[in-house]
């Protein structure tokens, strides 16, 4: 009895075993590899970008907050990211409203030396 306990177990662990993600072979296919999670992140942090655009623009215009289609679309950044987007998203933010604050105090930053001006949403 002892030993087909066993044994089921041993079965059960064997096909509910997680596979690990093989690390490519050859030069080509590691650097297909970094490409590839290269351009993802990228692509995230375009997606974050335009998020944050939009939730300004959304202020801007007196538009409802917390509207559906602003959650759907951090809905399908959290999707698509993961939890560690919204890390990025806050700190993002944070600076953006230390540069606001230093605007308004008329601190000079670096943002007004590279825009000549003022800094405002529609001239990133």
């Given at each position: ?22 690390k ?87 943002v007004?030396?590279?825009l ?9």
């Amino acid at each position: 009895m002892f030993e087909l306990i066993a044994l089921t177990a041993l079965i059960y662990l064997f096909l509910s075993r997680k596979k690990k993600a093989r690390k490519p072979r050859t030069l080509d296919a590691e650097l297909k590899q970094l490409i590839q999670e290269s351009d993802d992140a990228t692509a995230i942090g375009s997606d974050i970008k335009r998020f944050l655009l939009d939730v300004l623009s959304d202020n801007a215009n007196d538009l409802e907050k917390f509207s559906d289609t602003r959650i759907a679309q951090a809905q399908r950044i959290l999707d698509r990211a993961g939890p560690a987007s919204f890390y990025w998203m806050t700190e993002i933010a944070a600076q953006l409203a230390t540069l606001a604050a230093a605007q308004i105090n008329g601190i000079p930053t670096n943002v007004n030396a590279e825009l000549r001006g003022s800094a405002t949403p529609k001239r990133s």
